[in-house]
């Protein structure tokens, strides 16, 4: 069975209490997800003491590393790829790598995520960005990260399954099989109420197509790093229920849940029973 986690705010931020209080209906969390941004701030700034207690319980750190302002909107001509690859940022990185190199556990490191898209000043389809300077700015931070000999990082891709446009594959801003640790996808069920994000969408209309294209890229471990249910114009605990379905995607180790109630409510509380099919997929 896959391993599940979760990214369940205010934890780790804050401790713990509240990813342990979704455990009491999922079962052990396995993954603690958090995010943090590059832009100056509070919570730009490297901190252990939220990273040792998720290690120190047993579970794996995913961290989800944002080049932007929080407040900045789409389009932040200082976190395109192009300006990350050509170096401007390059002291928050190595200062971050030397970081991360100090600890004596794995972090599994989330950059530049949903590049295939076109809402982040990253990615590939934002205006006078492209696929090229994706995989430019993700091996420059590769090569910080070595120089910085931070090597129990392990770097997770991860596009979006929806292609955004169309023509903006995520094929093509992959930077290479020895680049990449983790393949990964992220994926949400916008529910009927938001047709124009899809609509209601089983498990295998969302993620059949994107699944079959990541695998074939290379042979790493294959995460769906970031998933969320909408519980309007469908049944959303069986829709849990069929994406950890056994067997249905093989080459799944891990599946990261978007605990948050934002554009939808995607918690695994809403409804209830949401949580328990967890409980009773992964752990029968």
Excluded at 39 to 62: C, K, M, Q, T
Excluded at 155 to 184: K, M
Aim: hydrophobic share 45%; with cysteine; proline share 10%.
């Amino acid at each position: 069975m896959p391993l599940f986690g979760a990214h369940v705010p205010p934890s780790p931020y804050e401790g713990l209490d509240a990813l342990q209080r979704l455990e009491r209906d999922t079962g052990p969390l396995d993954i603690v997800h958090l995010f943090q941004p590059w832009a100056p701030s509070p919570v730009s700034d490297f901190h252990e003491e939220w990273l040792r207690p998720a290690h120190d319980s047993g579970r794996i750190v995913l961290l989800t590393w944002e080049p932007w302002h929080l407040d900045g909107g789409i389009q932040q001509a200082a976190y395109t790829a192009a300006r990350i690859a050509a170096g401007d940022h390059d002291p928050h990185i190595l200062a971050w790598a030397r970081a991360l190199a100090r600890l004596d556990f794995e972090v599994y490191l989330r950059p530049l995520h949903e590049m295939n898209g076109t809402w982040y000043p990253w990615a590939a389809g934002v205006p006078g960005s492209s696929p090229a300077d994706v995989v430019a700015a993700w091996r420059h931070l590769r090569e910080v990260f070595a120089d910085a000999g931070a090597d129990r990082v392990r770097w997770v891709w991860s596009p979006l399954c929806d292609d955004v446009p169309a023509t903006n594959r995520f094929e093509l801003s992959y930077p290479g099989t020895d680049a990449v640790d983790v393949l990964a996808l992220d994926g949400y069920n916008w529910g009927a109420d938001v047709p124009e994000y899809g609509g209601w969408r089983d498990v295998d209309t969302l993620f059949a197509d994107a699944y079959a294209r990541l695998i074939a890229l290379g042979p790493q471990p294959m995460w769906f790093a970031e998933v969320g249910c909408s519980p309007v114009g469908g049944d959303k605990p069986a829709w849990v229920a069929d994406l950890l379905t056994p067997g249905r995607f093989p080459r799944c180790a891990a599946v990261v849940w978007f605990n948050v109630n934002k554009e939808q409510d995607w918690r695994l509380s809403s409804p209830p029973s949401a949580a328990r099919t967890v409980a009773r997929s992964l752990r029968p």
